[in-house]
């Protein structure tokens, strides 16, 4: 075979025109950009009053546990004196299961000699 012959075989080969099809695989994050998030219902931890803490325990676990600042904590101290009751987070089922827990474990009131333990609080569903 000559060399002009090589030439014009190679020249043919590139004449062809090949048309391949490429499919996209789906992915799932298309597929949540069409879907909107679903939004968990917020719970409230709710803080109940006894007569075996103090004001001091209160801010104190309000500052340690929810990272309030003293006035904030004070805020609900007060509140949870006066009403029996005070709204310490509104969050997520997990966290406020969580918060409420960290509450039962917080310990008694060493400045009380008649507290015996942690202070009671509990979740329940906020409206909305």
């Given at each position: 075979m000559s060399n002009e012959e090589s030439m014009s075989n190679e020249e043919n080969m590139f004449d062809e025109v090949v048309a391949v099809a490429v499919a996209e695989p789906e992915t799932e994050q298309d597929e949540r950009n069409d879907a909107k998030p679903k939004r968990q219902p917020p719970y409230h931890v709710i803080l109940w009053d006894d007569t075996d803490h103090s004001f001091d325990y209160v801010i104190t676990m309000m500052r340690d546990l929810f990272r309030m600042p003293i006035?904030?904590?004070?805020?609900?101290?007060k509140e949870v004196d006066s009403s029996g009751r005070a709204i310490c987070m509104t969050t997520t089922l997990e966290l406020a299961e969580l918060k409420r827990d960290q509450i039962h474990a917080f310990g008694k009131d060493e400045l009380l000699p008649r507290c015996?333990?942690?202070m009671s609080a509990t979740i329940e569903p906020a409206e909305g």
């Open positions: 006035e904030k904590g004070y805020q609900v101290a015996k333990g942690s």
